[in-house]
């Protein structure tokens, strides 16, 4: 079945490190990829997202690029700062439109 | 101006009680959808419905009955309550426009079975 690989955390960096959470995906067709934030004591919001092979997902400084020849989408951000903490779930949406998560990373940036 | 809403956030109960959570959501999306996630963080969908019809039902225990009286609100009945059921309850909704499935997310409700 469809599945998400992420890496496993926590991710613990100082402000203004170089962010890479890596996140492969097994899937069927040709699934969507997402990255959703939780940030402590909330729900879930989109981050980004990349609905077809090569497309480059950004947003607030952070990228992800569908890859599928290596059937990856790594989460990048050049400088991470201390309101970045949170976690990060990786996602596709396979045919039937639900979407399957990764097991989250969590993310703690120290000043 | 919340787009997709849930109550209670808090819900603390006694094994064997039953409860409900109740979603809302004024996107205008077709499809709504319940998540749950685990004392882990991990998140698994529940059921999803598109037009107030089931669409995804994933092998959740019949304690629990999701029910869509329109397309702008899905709530979740749970009977009989475990401890195990103790989680976080995600609701959310996608317009499900075809090669896009953004889902939109509630704040959640943390559900305590003691």
């Known amino acids: 079945g469809n599945s998400v690989t992420q890496m496993e955390g926590p991710v613990t960096l100082s402000e203004e490190a170089f962010l890479t959470i890596n996140c492969t995906y097994t899937a069927t067709g040709y699934p969507s990829l997402f990255w959703y934030v939780q940030y402590p004591g909330e729900g879930l919001q989109l981050l980004l997202k990349a609905t077809k092979a090569d497309d480059k997902g950004s947003n607030k400084g952070f990228e992800a690029t569908y890859r599928k020849e290596t059937t990856s989408f790594h989460l990048e951000k050049g400088s991470v700062q201390v309101s970045d903490s949170a976690v990060y779930f990786c996602a596709l949406s396979d045919s039937t439109d639900k979407l399957i998560f990764g097991t989250g990373t969590r993310l703690q940036v120290f000043p | 101006d919340t787009a997709v809403s849930q109550t209670p956030k808090y819900l603390v109960t006694q094994m064997g009680n039953d409860k409900s959570i109740k979603c809302e959501q004024n996107l205008g999306h077709d499809t709504m959808y319940w998540y749950k996630q685990d004392s882990k963080k991990f998140l698994k969908i529940m059921f999803s419905?598109?037009?107030?019809?089931?669409?995804i039902n994933e092998t959740v225990p019949n304690r629990f009955s999701p029910k869509s009286p329109d397309k702008a609100h899905l709530n979740l009945h749970i009977n009989s309550l475990e401890l195990g059921d103790s989680a976080v309850y995600f609701c959310a909704s996608s317009p499900r426009r075809a090669g896009s499935n953004e889902q939109f997310f509630g704040p959640g409700t943390r559900l305590t079975v003691l």
């Open positions: 419905y598109n037009n107030k019809e089931l669409i």
